[in-house]
């Protein structure tokens, strides 16, 4: 690759300059590495499944000794005598069907500790009656800002993405009003304000609105701090008329929080920057209630319902196995957020978000290709490793310089003192769930997600390797009419995807054409293969098509550095009208090959046995 004398001369300081001895990482195309297995207790097994079993129950006893301890091995503190928690793993190929979602069995994995603090309290909130003295998959703590997901997710399922683009003062008729008299605006905060014609309602799905935060809730109203902020930090006073009106106390009603709202200060330009704004989601609502002509209430209800998330509401639910740490106001509990409801409030157990997440990966409630939008990067943060989608805050694990992009979509939520996580993992077809709620505070769930992302990840790619090793390699042959013979080696190792250490074409070597297609020595040929979402079921089986990577071990540009721009090269080498890097395999019942075909090649070719 060549590069511009002034980049090359930023590239000669970096420390991610290339070696000429640096090891080759592969550079597969964005998606999963190997196709995704049913998690280990699930059919059909794979060849080590049982040695995966025994992992997980590592896992367990690694958890145990994190509740028992109050040591996580460097991922940071947590508050086991405080934190009571309930943590699942879920899978999109978990149970008996593959559209379906089991309620009875819709995790894979769980695990649930009760903090000794809890399990001593004694006021009536806690007594037998009401509260568990060991919670469990179906214990009701509250979500927080997760509540922004599900809300999200029934915009998608009652109205579509496709009103993304459109400016929320089309489904919003009080912020139409106003941006009517530009004026106006302009003389809110002197040249400061939000032209809400320019806002989108996929960029208040998205916190790209560039809107403030919140109104009201934020606002710094204790006259005690007040005093101190005036008397020691220079601080100027403020009147009464200065002070919010209305945000908790009292709540504000829709048009109050609309008039007030609207006045606030812009962060910057919309699809600008991420900046969180719970008051977008609840605009978002709203605009949702235009759209549909229905109150959102009733919306989140049908989503609840069609998901069978039979202990998630938005109302505060009867006291049931319900997690109450401590004062019902206190610890958040009984908070009452008003018009904020649809971004903070809901309620829901650990049952109810794995039904949630597997819905989503399953995509058994939108079409799937909405479901694939959706699960996209809208924006990046100023983090590497952080972006943003539609709700979605998306963590890229592994070292940008080497490893190849694995994304989790996530969403945290935290209410006084509870606290909530979600993640999935799409090119693994999995995800996670944590719900938290502690005596003294708000609970911190990064260490948990950290354990989860460092101990159980690893395992679930292993998983997926061993399945695509199992079900995809070894050889493959074909006596053709002429006496010759066509076969394929596909082999596997630590690294993305399968790879192909042998091609042969009417008992010629055609893996050494291949690479002279590519302008590569036949040595330094990486000929790796990688599944597409192409899948399409035929018979008692499937067709599934993988995509060939074709890469030089010995050039520069691949030795170690960030450079990957493999996805510039799928289907460039065409031969006869077909892709030479498209690979057909047919797959029997039990998901193992039967055959590959080669359509540049014409060959079909057996596995053997």
Known sequence: ????????????????????????????????????????????????????????????????????????????????????????????????????VDREHPFFFEYHHTAPALQKMSSSANDDDHEPRKVNKDSIYRIGEMSELLTIYTFLVEAGDGHWHEPVTKWVPELRELSKNVEYMRGVNENLYVDWREVK????A????????????????NKSVVASLRKEHGFPGVNDTANSKCGLRPLCDRKEFLDRFSKMPPVAYPSTTPAWSTAGIQILAYALEGITGKPFEKL??????????????????????????????ATGWSLNRGEKDPATSIYSTLTDLSMLGTSILKSTLLP?????RWLKPVAHTSNHANSIGYGWEIYSAGDPRTDPVVDIYT?????????????????????????????EGNPDLNAYADVIGDSVQPLLEEMALSGAAHNYGGEYHALNDDGTNS??????????GLFVTDLNSHGKDARAGIAQVNGIKPSALSFRLYPTNLQKTIDSGSRFPFRAVFQDEDALQDAGTPTCETWRDVG??????????????????????????????????????
Not at 206 to 221: F, K, L, N, P
Not at 304 to 320: F, G, H, W
């Open 1 to 100: 690759m060549r590069l511009a004398p002034a980049a090359a001369a930023l590239l000669s300081i970096s420390s991610t300059i290339a070696k000429p001895d640096a090891e080759f990482t592969p550079c597969p195309l964005l998606g999963p590495f190997w196709p995704a297995v049913p998690p280990p207790n699930q059919p059909p097994s794979n060849a080590t499944s049982p040695a995966l079993r025994k992992a997980f129950r590592s896992f367990r006893r690694q958890l145990d000794t994190i509740v028992k301890t109050g040591k996580t091995d460097g991922h940071g503190p947590v508050t086991p005598e405080t934190t009571t928690f309930s943590l699942a793993l879920f899978s999109a190929l978990d149970g008996e069907t593959f559209d379906g």
């Open 201 to 204: 309602l996929g960029e208040l």
């Open 206 to 221: 998205s916190h790209m609105a560039g809107i403030a935060r919140s109104y009201g809730s934020d606002e710094v109203t």
């Open 300 to 329: 989140l209800a049908n989503l609840v319902e069609q998901l069978e998330m039979n202990r998630t509401s938005l109302a505060e639910p009867d006291r049931k196995n319900v997690v109450v740490p401590g004062d019902e106001q």
């Open 368 to 372: 799937k290709s909405q479901t694939r």
């Open 411 to 439: 969403k945290r939520g935290n209410l006084g003192h509870y606290s909530s996580y979600i993640g999935i993992v799409p090119d693994l077809a999995v995800g996670y769930a944590i719900l938290a709620a502690d005596t």
């Open 487 to 496: 076969s394929m080696t596909i082999r596997y190792d630590d690294q993305p």
């Open 572 to 609: 460039r080498n065409v031969y006869g009208e077909e892709p030479l890097d498209l690979v057909i395999f047919e797959t029997g019942p039990s998901g193992e090959a039967e055959s590959v075909y080669l359509p540049a090649l014409r060959l079909t070719l057996r596995r053997a046995k």
